[in-house]
């Protein structure tokens, strides 16, 4: 167990699990053991395994918010929300609030239930005005329903925090174009590649192989772009932004 810990500490997440499985050879109800296994699985991205080990915890604890939060996020990530939802509502303690609430959140916006999860990262937003991520995702709805007034609203917010955001210029630079304001949608587009990291953006061939929003520019709006100099046509017409 000690070495497990050990090994974890140093990021060594395959020989750390491997030590966890040992304990659980030998004891295949410790608790502790087990709640590291399912750690290390889920880093590991093994969400199946993870979720199994999590439905394990709970057969033993079914009033653990950990192995509820964790058996949701795994859950999300095999695009089960549903099943998501209900673990996120299962969690009852304070200190599961604030991930409870951003996971329902998620599996609501998966779920297509744009309005409730809204409310719910809204709500997040009052606790934690600094998160990323809350503010991102409220990006996405917004950018789905098309509310350019609050995709600007949101995406003003995020650049305020975090001004190389992706996300945050992807909307700006959406809601300028959509508002006519080409010298300022250069600007933020010309930042957005200057700061993106590497496979940002896609190309037609691959467009459908990504759960993305597409915005495509017309090419009366890329000739009008391209009169502020800061880009090239090129450069406007080869990416497609996701969101």
Known sequence: MLRGDLQLQLGQIHAALGSYSTVIALESDNIYALHRVARCLYRLERWVAA?????????????????????????????????????????????????????????????????????????????EPRSEEALGNLIAINTEAFDLARVHRYALRLVGLCPRSTVALQALTLVAVERRDYETAVHYFADLLEHAPEGTF??????????????VLSGDAVAKLSKFGRITPSALQAPQVRS
């Not at 673990?87 to 609430?101: G, I």
């Not at 896609?202 to 915005?215: C, K, L, N, P, V």
């Open 51 to 127: 979720a199994e080990t999590f439905r394990k915890l709970l057969s033993y604890d079914t009033y653990s918010d950990q192995a509820q939060i964790g058996l949701g996020d795994c859950l999300l990530h095999m695009n089960r929300p549903e099943e998501a939802l209900s673990c996120f509502e299962a969690c009852w303690s304070e200190a599961a609030r604030l991930p409870a609430m951003f996971g329902k959140a998620v599996a609501l916006q998966l779920l297509r239930r744009f309005d409730e999860a809204e409310v719910l990262y809204e709500r997040i937003l009052s606790i």
């Open 202 to 215: 896609s190309h037609s061939d691959e467009a459908g192989e990504r759960d993305e929003i597409q915005y």
